[in-house]
């Protein structure tokens, strides 16, 4: 028992020791101010910006602080983006969804100046969800600061819309200054605007004067000219718009924004922000320029939710609105205080740089869904066809290789959909990431397959194995460049995730580790390296790889810590021939708790920077309810993603013929775990880390598929591996 205690806790101090404890810190924020004017730009480009078409805009970005926005983090099946639903989600500062039948806000007389009497309706369309949605939010903390908002602008054009009051209303709709009717139209119909309506400028800037003249706190003002969104629906109706009605609406625009400086306090803030992303056809929409000038602001916009210089997310904004106000932050607030950064370029660079980001990303996202159909499609007929081959004892010994061969094809993929950056970093097309893919793949298996020789097949398998762990580590260490936005990873333009380490990388990661150490351990089994590699070099490779997923500094993952930890914990000790007991498990619980309590105690040092530290801070200001909320949130999102994830047959088919064939080993598969005690306790151990981390994550059953892509994979490959063999004595005896 001594001896056992010593390892494991050797284990835990591996674990902490090799973390990258010290967080870099965030850059310095600018100074707090009285006033924050956000322009709302729906529909906004960097090519606009850049295209000369708005010289004022282009200044103030050349002056201040850049970025781009994620804008398209919407709850299921909200229906298409919309100028009101990213409204709604600044207001709220978190997912929000937007139901188009409810009433817009309207003006009022006297104070307050607009109310919104939809909200209600808008309050049923988000009860219920897993977030934590409370409409109003933003608007509410400065009315409760002492300060007040104010709303001015209009976007109505085929129906009423008023965004800027969407953003400023409290938590009972309401907008205590400002202008939302028609008036602030240059023309005004009394039923549906005519074509070429532009927002009057005058009075917009008249409002604005008067609104500047209240007294009170913090001051939130919020302009929605609408031209813009008015260009946008008009262009997808029948009779549609010219090239230069859009571009009247981006002068109108930019001279607003012109102005805008010369009118306000030397201390405010101005942000140009884009509610919803302009769509590119056949691609999805991306990201949201978004312009911080003030005291203080330029360079490149990033925050602790993202970790990605040049995005930020729309909850950020949020945040950011409140901290420069000197406004507490509610827990329902989702984001991160955005900072500048500076930029080692010029102003231009910066911005095209931005758009070529937006460009790929949009770009990966619209072909991830054939690629991964494909692959699982792929992946599904091939293992099956080798099943049949071992199932009818062909006696073709090439067929039976050629089999093995075709396997290694599948789990190239993986670390291709990795390196294939590496060659080119931005692909800016869909068909190019394809192709890009498949090119990389091909030249990772044949590379691969030319290792594949009877006498050593096992080392193809784990080659792939291992190197699919090791760039994926290596990787994270080096900041994460392969990883900003992966075909079997994670999407910043979903908002799920922006940085660190993605569940189905670090599955990937884990399985591959522990495989390819496995089937290297049995084919050396009588090299005297390889007790001394299974004894203490592969809890070191655990050690590293868990932290390496789940520090704040590297993969910021925490939930690896749980279930990485259980599946390379559980893989030595059955490697070494020990049995699990109680008392094992006990001790693994014990170190699960420990790292997880290390972690996050770097991470509240450092601020709060990750999933973690900020979860860790919402408990702490929501309190047992905010833990409890949080909880059920992933539970939600689990089931709902379990039951609607193309993966979920796959993972069922998988983890049930997994199960069954550990559980029951019998003829061939029985021996060749009994040969192979090593690869044995690996799959155990993942199989019993693919269920913990059901229960941990809130990806449904990403997770335990991908963790045991390389297992099972691994099974079929040499079970023809040992029926060529077989075949192979057969035909020399004969």
Not at 38 to 50: F, G, K, N, Q
Request: hydrophobic fraction near 50%; aromatic fraction near 6%.
């Amino acid at each position: 028992m001594t001896k056992r205690l010593s390892a494991i806790s050797l284990l835990a101090t591996l674990l902490v020791l090799v973390a990258p404890v010290v967080v870099p810190a965030a850059p310095p924020r600018p100074a707090a101010t009285r006033t924050v004017v956000v322009v709302l730009a729906p529909y906004l480009r960097w090519e606009d910006v850049l295209s000369g078409d708005m010289p004022e805009t282009r200044a103030l970005a050349d002056s201040g602080a850049t970025g781009n926005m994620n804008v398209r983090s919407l709850l299921p099946d909200s229906g298409r983006p919309s100028t009101e639903a990213g409204a709604l989600m600044l207001s709220a500062g978190t997912w929000a969804r937007y139901d188009p039948s409810g009433t817009a806000p309207v003006e009022a007389s006297g104070t307050p100046a607009v109310v919104f009497p939809g909200l209600a309706a808008q309050h049923r369309a988000n009860a219920g969800e897993d977030a934590d949605i409370r409409l109003g939010t933003l608007g509410q903390a400065v009315e409760d600061a002492g300060g007040w908002t104010a709303a001015i602008g209009n976007g109505d054009a085929q129906s009423s819309s008023r965004p800027a009051a969407l953003v400023a209303m409290d938590a009972a709709g309401r907008v205590r200054f400002g202008d939302v009717s028609r008036a602030t139209l240059s023309t005004a119909g009394s039923a549906d605007l005519p074509p070429g309506t532009i927002s009057d400028a005058r009075r917009i800037h008249a409002v604005l004067a008067e609104v500047l003249r209240q007294n009170g706190g913090p001051r939130l003002i919020v302009i929605d000219p609408g031209d813009l969104a008015r260009a946008h629906v008009a262009d997808r109706s029948p009779e549609g718009l010219s090239r230069a009605d859009r571009l009247s609406a981006l002068a109108a625009l930019d001279g607003l924004i012109g102005t805008l400086p010369n009118e306000l306090p030397e201390d405010a803030v101005l942000v140009v922000a884009v509610p919803v992303a302009a769509e590119v056809e056949g691609e999805p929409s991306g990201f949201g320029p978004l312009i911080v000038s003030g005291d203080g602001w330029s360079g490149t916009l990033t925050s602790a939710s993202t970790h990605r210089p040049g995005i930020v997310t729309n909850a950020d904004l949020t945040a950011t609105i409140l901290g420069v106000l000197g406004v507490h932050q509610p827990p329902q607030v989702a984001g991160s205080s955005i900072s500048p950064a500076p930029s080692p370029v010029q102003s231009e660079e910066r911005m095209l740089g931005l758009a070529r980001v937006d460009a790929f990303m949009r770009a990966v996202d619209a072909a991830r869904p054939a690629v991964l159909d494909g692959f699982i499609l792929a992946s599904v007929l091939l293992v099956a066809a080798c099943a049949g081959l071992v199932a009818v004892r062909v006696p073709w010994e090439p067929l039976l290789r050629g089999g093995q061969i075709a396997l290694l094809a599948v789990l190239a993929v993986p670390v291709a959909s990795l390196l294939m950056y590496a060659v080119v970093y931005l692909p800016q097309t869909p068909g190019f990431v394809t192709v890009l893919l498949l090119a990389t793949a091909a030249v990772v298996w044949v590379v691969d397959a030319a290792s594949h020789q009877p006498a050593t097949g096992q080392r193809a398998l784990a080659v792939l194995a291992l190197l699919t762990g090791a760039v994926v580590i290596v990787d994270q260490w080096l900041g994460a460049p392969l990883s900003l936005d992966g075909l079997l990873g994670y999407s910043p333009l979903v908002g799920a995730r922006f940085y660190g380490l993605g569940n189905e990388a670090a599955a990937l990661m884990v399985g591959g580790a522990i495989t390819g150490c496995a089937v290297v351990f049995d084919t050396y089994a009588d090299r005297a390296w390889v007790r001394r590699a299974r004894g203490w070099g592969f809890p070191a490779l655990g050690a590293a790889a868990v932290v390496t997923a789940a520090a704040p500094a590297l993969g910021a993952n925490v939930g690896v810590a749980i279930w990485g930890t259980v599946a390379f914990a559980l893989a030595w000790w059955g490697m070494r021939g020990r049995r699990v007991t109680l008392r094992t498990v006990a001790v693994v619980v014990l170190v699960i708790m420990a790292v997880i309590a290390v972690f996050a105690g770097f991470d509240l040092a450092s601020g709060a920077r990750t999933h973690l530290g900020r979860a860790i801070v919402s408990a702490q200001r929501g309190g047992l309810g905010g833990i409890w909320t949080l909880l059920a949130r992933k539970a939600a999102t689990n089931v709902r993603l379990s039951l609607q994830s193309g993966w979920t047959a796959l993972g069922v088919v998988l983890l049930g013929a997994l199960a069954y064939v550990r559980i029951r080993p019998r003829g061939m598969l029985g021996d060749l775990l009994i040969e192979r005690p090593s690869f044995a306790a690996a799959l155990t151990a993942c199989l019993l880390a693919a269920g913990v981390s059901y229960f941990s994550e809130d990806s449904g059953l990403i997770v335990p598929v991908l963790l045991l892509l390389f297992p099972a994979v691994a099974v079929m490959y040499l079970m023809l591996g040992a029926s060529a063999a077989r075949r192979a004595r057969e035909t020399a005896g004969r």
